[in-house]
Structure formats: C-alpha cells, structure tokens
C-alpha cells in the first residue's frame, strides 16, 4: 500500500518537474548543429536560426558545425543526443533525405530519429563554371562537356548532396560525363574553384551567388523550375534541358523523443522569425524562399522528398556504399 503510494507520488512528482522543465525551457546553452563546414548555406541557415532564437529567448543558442560525410556526421551526432530540447539540428535535403538512399550503414534512422520542427528555406542551386570555362549558356556547355568528354570536374559539397545529384540528374538528362570532386561543404568547393581547381559546379545560390555577381566565377542557370526572384535574367536549366528541376531544402530539426511542448514552442518561435520582413528579405536577396511549416507539415514534406529522390537515386545508377 506504502509502496505504492510512494511510487505514485514519485511518478507524478517527475511528471510535474518535467512539465515545468518544458515551460521554463530554455535555462541554459542550446546547440543548434549544423552538419557541414562554416561559410556555407546550412551555416548561414543556421546562423539566423541561432542568432534570433537567442535574442528571443535571452539564452545563448550558438552553432556547432560537425561536417563530413556529405552532413552525415552531424546527423548521427544529433541522433544520439538527449531529447530534451537543447540539441537542434540544421537537416537538409541531402542528410534526411537523400543520405539514407546512399549510404548502407548509417548509425541512425532518419524517420525514427529525428523530430521535425519547421522547414525553413527552399533554395535553387546555381549552375556556375570557372571563367576560364568558355560556356556562356548552358547549351554552350553542354557542346563543352561533349567535346571534352570525361575530362572536366564539377565540384560538390559532398557525396550524396542536392549539388552532387543536381550535377548526376544534369549528366543523366544530357547524356554527357564528368569527373566529381566532394569537399566537406560549398565554401571547400568555393575556394578550391577560386583557387583555379574545379571547373563548375551545381551548388546553393544562397553561397554562390555573391560571387557571381562579383565575377569571381560564372552563372549560368539555376536548377528549379523557375526563375528566381534575385536572378530575373538567370534562365533555368530546364529553359534547355526539358524537365531538369531540382530543389534544395534545410529545415529544423530535434531528436526524436523532444518533448513537444519544446517542440511547438521552438517552431512558433521559427515561423515568426523566416516569416518576418528582415529576415524574408535577406534570404530572397541571396535566392532563398523562406518557408516555415508546422511539425506535421514538415515531418509530411520531408516523407515525400525521400521517395522523389529515390527515383533519382535508382535512376542514376548509384549504389549504396
């Protein structure tokens, strides 16, 4: 009788500390993990996740960059983490979604270990060569590519990534071949360009396209269905090569288990942050679409990117490593 009213107590005691846990959340440090080097546009995402989650809250929620293994690093990191709302994790198209497609073995399970909170960004990727590329236009470098068959490289920002199988569908569509180079992240793929390295590349807008506008390397097209609104005069790849579409996404995510009051908490928070003028307008100025869901709209939305890119993936030819 003792024993059991004891333990009832003792339940409903935890349940109370948990539930004012929840409400009082956050009371310390919260990382927000991105799986990729600095410098690129999982970074800045994650950089305007952070910055104004902190000045929201008054609690320091500051960036921790884990990349390798084309953001499957990081991911396994957030995995693994507690549940209790002080690890988030900047997933993109390519960790919870396309990863799982690639890569046998992966210490986690992108369904079962990850609580989705908000998509926060579509974004193109850029088409962009080095200058020293003679390509003008896209029909220029698919004549390009032909005559020089299996001699040019297309950089990425790893295995398995939207820049990666951007550049796989482009080959595919064209019937034409290159060599890849991955690096741990679109600024490693940069600079490797800038230094004279890589040829061209299918990589975010968001990163690229300051350079291009600087002349340091040269747009040529963008990979979404449509032009975007910072590049009017950009074509679409698919303006020349029909039915060419490919979109990247980076959206907020916790490990699974997070209490959902933690949740629905940080994803209210989320919405009005990539909702607000400041913010909208900085992205779109870079070519990002802010687009903030709810968690049942998000957990839907990255669902049915796995099976597109499934096909993509069994299209391709690629085999799990």
Same mark, same amino acid.
């Given at each position: ?116 909170? !908000?998509?926060?960004?579509?974004? $193109?990727?850029? &088409?962009?060569?080095?200058? +020293?590329?003679? #390509?003008? /236009?896209? %029909? ?63 990589? !975010?807008?968001?990163?690229?396209? $300051?350079?291009? &506008?600087?002349?340091?390397? +040269?747009?040529? #097209?963008? /990979?979404? %269905? ?80 796995? #099976? ?14």
């Amino acid at each position: 009788m003792y024993a059991l009213l004891a333990a009832a107590l003792a339940a409903g005691l935890a349940s109370a500390t948990a539930a004012h846990a929840q409400e009082t959340w956050p009371q310390r440090q919260v990382t927000v993990v991105v799986p990729f080097s600095a410098g690129g546009s999982a970074d800045l995402v994650g950089r305007i996740v952070a910055q104004n989650l902190q000045a929201r809250f008054g609690t320091p929620f500051v960036v921790e960059n884990r990349g390798g293994a084309g953001g499957s690093l990081g991911a396994a990191y957030v995995a693994k983490a507690p549940a209790d709302g002080y690890t988030l994790f900047i997933g993109t198209v390519s960790t919870n979604a396309i990863n799982p497609l690639l890569y046998a073995k992966l210490p986690f399970d992108v369904e079962r270990d990850f609580q989705p909170i !908000s998509l926060l960004v579509q974004l $193109p990727n850029l &088409l962009f060569v080095n200058p +020293r590329i003679p #390509a003008k /236009t896209v %029909p220029e470098l698919i004549d390009y590519l032909n005559v020089n068959d299996g001699k040019v490289n297309f950089g990425s920002s790893g295995i398995g990534t939207s820049s990666h199988l951007s550049a796989v569908m482009f080959q595919m569509a064209t019937g034409t071949r290159m060599v890849h180079v991955p690096f741990r992240s679109t600024a490693e793929e940069l600079n490797s360009m800038l230094g004279g390295h890589v040829d061209l590349a299918f990589d !975010s807008m968001t990163t690229a396209w $300051p350079h291009a &506008l600087s002349g340091a390397v +040269r747009a040529l #097209a963008v /990979t979404t %269905p449509k032009r975007n609104a910072a590049a009017p005069n950009l074509p679409t790849i698919g303006e020349s090569v029909k039915g060419y579409e490919a979109t990247g996404w980076q959206g907020l995510f916790a490990p699974a288990g997070t209490p959902r009051a933690i949740v629905d908490k940080v994803a209210a928070e989320v919405k009005q942050i990539f909702e607000s003028p400041d913010v909208a307008t900085a992205l779109r100025n870079v070519g990002a679409e802010p687009a903030p869901l709810t968690p049942e709209e998000f957990a839907a939305f990255a669902q049915a990117e796995r #099976a597109k890119w499934r096909k993509v993936v069994e299209a391709s030819g690629l085999q799990p490593q």
